[in-house]
């Protein structure tokens, strides 16, 4: 993760995140890729041992990860998946919220989880202190024929610094603003973009907006797609 511009972070909005998982099912370059990790968030591993030491100070991470069905494998009809986690599980904080592109046509969904062990532990960065907010895409007839890869989903793995019960995960600003953010934890007045860092950072944000597909990529996966952009109009 070595290509941040100069006192900024990587935080994209929840419409570039949906890009980004369209490109990775398909395929096609993305970029800031090396911001986005690919691993297995519904297996053994706790949720601390996949954020590791390295991104603490940042307070989250992305992942691609294959969400695993219930009974059947991967090319089961079935639409129930385990989301089961080392020895706990991510509990469904409620339900999936929908996103839409500038055109208003819907392109994906999020739903937001906590981490819950089986055992309430003594002591330790268990209960209440991981969130996981995870990215799938609408259906769409870009998907046809990708089974394996339709299975795939975008998640935002955070570290809490409070408790669930005193702090409201929506509250944080991963998946509103986009691009790269000043980041507060750099000494000096990060908060200004000044000279170079100004200029990095809005052809940063220019890329994670503009979307992922070139016009070749996009008569390859739906010719209906419009620019470049995942897109669709809404439908009335």
């Given amino acids: 993760m070595g290509d941040y511009p100069m006192g900024f972070r990587f935080s994209p909005t929840d419409e570039e995140c949906i890009r980004y998982l369209l490109g990775f099912v398909t395929g096609n370059p993305l970029p800031s890729h090396d911001h986005i990790s690919t691993a297995d968030l519904y297996g053994d591993s706790e949720p601390w041992d996949l954020f590791g030491d390295s991104a603490a100070a940042a307070g989250c991470r992305y992942f691609f990860t294959r969400l695993k069905r219930v009974g059947g494998g991967a090319t089961s009809a079935g639409r ?14 409620g339900q999936k919220s929908d996103v839409f592109c500038g055109k208003g046509g819907l ?40 089974v394996v890869m339709a299975d795939y989903v975008l998640c935002l793995l955070k570290k809490k610094k409070k408790n ?12 509103t603003s986009g691009g790269f953010l000043p980041d507060s934890r750099v000494g000096g007045d990060s908060g200004k973009r000044t000279g170079s860092q ?14 992922l597909m070139t016009n070749r990529e996009v008569t390859i996966a739906d010719r209906s797609h419009e620019n470049g952009h995942y897109c669709p109009s809404r439908v009335h």
């Fill in 80 to 93: 129930r998946f385990s989301r089961n986690v080392g020895q706990g599980t991510w509990s469904n904080k």
């Fill in 107 to 146: 392109i994906g969904h999020t739903r937001s989880f906590r981490y819950e062990p089986r055992k309430s532990p003594a002591k330790g960065p268990a209960r209440g202190r991981w969130a996981l907010k995870e990215y799938a895409l609408a259906e769409d007839p870009v998907m046809e024929g990708r």
């Fill in 164 to 175: 669930f019960d005193d702090v409201d995960d929506d509250g944080d600003d991963e998946g």
């Fill in 198 to 211: 100004a200029v990095e950072g809005e052809r940063n944000e220019e890329i994670g907006q503009s979307g």
